[in-house]
């Protein structure tokens, strides 16, 4: 026996030590983690570099460029020529623009306008992910309630089938009463299983949006607090103010139009001259024995330009083509607005929601527990009947479920509203515009009370 009881030891010590070793974040600690792991974040933070790499290429339009160019080849002898059979050319050339037509100005700007709007699409993806974080900790806190909620259902029916059960014995009840509370048990607990799997469900889509790689069974970190709720008033006109003017992706999408403007101008740019000096140094061969030596060497001096004078239209596509980005840019920019103050109302729309179903179930959720224990009373006393407690304990376990997802929905719409507006999210938990007392803006329903009667 002491191998076996060594061995049970051992993994009963690994999993204690397991659980302790496992991480506790609090929803601001999530979030942080989240902008330091998360794969989306990490994209967009590479698409600000590829920006800043757009715009060292496009600056080198002003420096000198140095180009190194060479060529050799051996011709076949041919008997009724008396040129040299090889051909050779090495230079080393200078190269620096004198006038471009405004091409250099507009690819630079171009390229910073880039790097601004990758910057902007870069806090967007921040503020959604940090969303998304908020999210989904309030999901799993709501899920991990809702199992206290359900396992306080199942020990309520376990004793009144328990209790049914000696009443029979005492032959004072008959056989109907425990199916029934047989029944009433058997579809609850279901209910628990549900809860607990998607708890489950909630610890895998927070560890998806932490950047963390989390067991199939296991959680690989626990989640600190509760569901509280924080009432709050907001002025829709300010929300979508702010959110018009605050918003990164209102602002990428002017950077859109601002970048179809300095585009036209590269375009444009290929109707004017380009001028250029060179400077270079040359090696190269004389072919004909008659003109001079073999090898020759020297330095160059020069001056080049180009102008298309006719180019088969294609700038003028080009143009055309520039014109209609343009065009779709400002029309993105319109529904994006649009887009995003439909978003604020619908998140008003929520919380009103939110508000109204706290508001009816508050006082609710205590007079279906004293519901309950009349119940108890009455039958006690012959005056009910066992549906009578049935339903109560239903009614409790509804009301006090409905109550939480008001809560769930009330803490999530405020940070949508955050994301909306633009504003940092952990500002609106604490904004200092609630009507309530401080010691009365919280009503916490995540742990339900160890009697149902209990306020």
Not at 23 to 30: L, Q
Not at 113 to 138: G, P, W
């Given at each position: ?147 206290r909620v359900r396992e306080d259902s199942v020990r309520v029916l376990e ?297």
């Open positions: 026996m002491r191998p076996g009881f060594y061995v049970i030891a051992l993994l009963c010590s690994l999993a204690i030590v397991g659980q302790a070793a496992r991480p506790n974040y609090g929803i601001e600690a999530a979030v942080a983690l989240a902008k330091k792991q998360n794969l989306e974040i990490a994209i967009a933070r590479k698409q600000i570099e590829a920006g800043r790499g757009g715009l060292v290429e496009a600056r080198s339009g002003y420096l000198p460029s140095l180009v190194s160019t060479g060529l050799i080849d051996k011709r076949e002898h041919q008997d009724d020529t008396r040129l040299r059979d090889e051909d050779y050319n090495v230079s080393l050339r200078l190269q620096q623009n004198v006038y471009t037509g405004g091409a250099v100005p507009s690819q630079v700007a171009i390229a910073r306008l880039n790097i601004e709007k990758q910057d902007y699409l870069f806090q967007e993806v921040v503020s959604r992910v940090a969303m998304d974080v908020r999210v989904a900790f309030y999901e799993l806190l709501l899920n991990r309630a809702k199992i004793e009144e089938l328990k209790t049914q059960q000696e009443r029979l014995k005492a032959g004072t009840v008959g056989t109907l009463n425990v199916e029934r509370a047989q029944v009433a048990l058997a579809n609850e607990r279901p209910e628990l299983i549900n809860a607990q799997t998607q708890l489950k469900n909630s610890y895998l889509r927070l560890a998806e949006l932490m950047g963390m790689n989390v067991a199939a069974s296991v959680p690989s970190f626990e989640a600190a607090g509760q569901l509280e709720y924080h009432a709050q008033h907001f002025d829709l006109n300010e929300c979508l103010a702010g959110a018009d003017a605050n918003r990164p992706e209102i602002k990428a999408r002017q950077k859109d139009i601002e970048i179809e403007d300095k585009q036209y101008a590269l375009d444009q740019s290929e109707l004017r001259p380009h001028i250029g000096l060179f400077s270079a140094y040359e090696i190269y061969n004389e072919r004909d024995p008659d003109v001079g030596r073999e090898f020759n060497h020297g330095y160059l001096v020069g001056i080049s330009g180009t102008w298309h004078v006719f180019d088969g239209f294609a700038t003028k596509g080009r143009l055309q083509a520039t014109r209609a980005r343009r065009d779709a840019a400002v029309q993105a920019l319109e529904a994006t607005r649009r887009r995003i103050a439909s978003e604020v109302r619908s998140v008003f729309f929520d919380l009103e929601q939110a508000d109204r179903i706290l508001e009816a179930e508050t006082k609710n959720v205590q007079t279906a527990a004293d519901s309950l224990q009349f119940a108890k009373a009455n039958l006690a006393a012959g005056l009910g009947t066992q549906l009578d407690i049935l339903q109560a304990a239903s009614d409790v376990t509804r009301t006090q479920t409905t109550r939480l997802s008001a809560i769930y929905l009330h803490d999530a719409a405020l940070a949508r509203l955050a994301r909306a507006c633009a504003w940092p999210p952990e500002s609106i938990g604490s904004e200092p515009n609630s009507d309530a007392p401080a010691k009365n803006r919280i009503f916490n329903l995540a742990h339900p009370p160890a009697k149902l009667n209990q306020r």
